[in-house]
T-cell receptor, first 109, second 112 residues
Framework: GQNIDQPTEMTATEGAIVQINCTYQ??????LFWYQQHAGEAPTFLSY??LDGLEEKGRFSSFLSRSKGYSYLLLKELQMKDSASYLC??????????WGAGTKLIIKP | TAGITQAPTSQILAAGRSMTLRCTQD?????MYWYRQDLGLGLRLIHY???????GKGEVPDGYSVSRANTDDFPLTLASAVPSQTSVYFC???????????FGPGTRLTVL
């Protein structure tokens, strides 16, 4: 079957670093996406990985290990506006996204 | 550019009534999707369309129907609403293949 697992909730301090993990199992694999979703809003695209390794984009980085079915999103220099849910999604062989339930990130001052 | 729009923003519907949720995109994307999002669950795909004139069933299609008469519009119809269809509905679009999906602002539907 297809499945995406990620923690339900995490708490971090403003200015710190946080790593949100995701494990995935999809029928075929066409990459791993991360989206950000603020409360009451639509998801917005953050990153895409299809090859093993780290992709850096400003304060946000995403890592993929295909052999382990594992990804993480790393957020540096946390700001209060980073309080949101972070959604992990794997793309299967039919180019459909399989979504995790999301990780709610709470930032404390 | 508007991107992708949905209407209505929110709706309260009596059980047994029908309703169409509207979705329009101006990005000329081939693929469009309808998801529902419920607390504690990931986005679940209801129906999708890879190109105008074609549609497909997603993970949770029962009780919903779609049409794709042209590139821009992808309406979702609930023929006879039930309380379990209370949810937030998101429409999304993307270019074909491996591409990010762009989401509309969502429709919050309550079925009583």
């Amino acid at each position: 079957g297809q499945n995406i697992d990620q923690p339900t909730e995490m708490t971090a301090t403003e200015g710190a670093i946080v790593q949100i993990n995701c494990t995935y199992q999809t029928s075929g694999f066409n990459g791993l996406f991360w989206y950000q979703q603020h409360a009451g809003e639509a998801p917005t695209f953050l990153s895409y990985n299809v090859l093993d390794g780290l992709e850096e984009k400003g304060r946000f980085s995403s890592f993929l290990s295909r052999s382990k079915g594992y990804s993480y999103l790393l957020l540096k220099e946390l700001q209060m506006k980073d309080s949101a849910s972070y959604l992990c999604a794997g793309m299967d062989s039919n180019y459909q996204l399989i979504w995790g339930a999301g990780t709610k990130l709470i930032i404390k001052p | 550019t508007a991107g992708i729009t949905q209407a209505p923003t929110s709706q309260i519907l009596a059980a047994g009534r029908s309703m169409t949720l509207r979705c329009t995109q101006d990005m000329r994307h081939n693929a469009m999707y309808w998801y529902r999002q419920d607390l504690g669950l990931g986005l679940r795909l209801i129906h999708y369309s890879n190109t105008a004139g074609t549609t497909g069933k997603g993970e949770v299609p029962d009780g919903y129907s779609v049409s794709r008469a042209n590139t821009d519009d992808f309406p979702l119809t609930l023929a006879s609403a039930v309380p379990s269809q209370t949810s937030v509905y998101f429409c999304a679009s993307s270019d074909s293949g491996v591409n990010e999906q762009f989401f509309g602002p969502g429709t919050r539907l309550t079925v009583l």
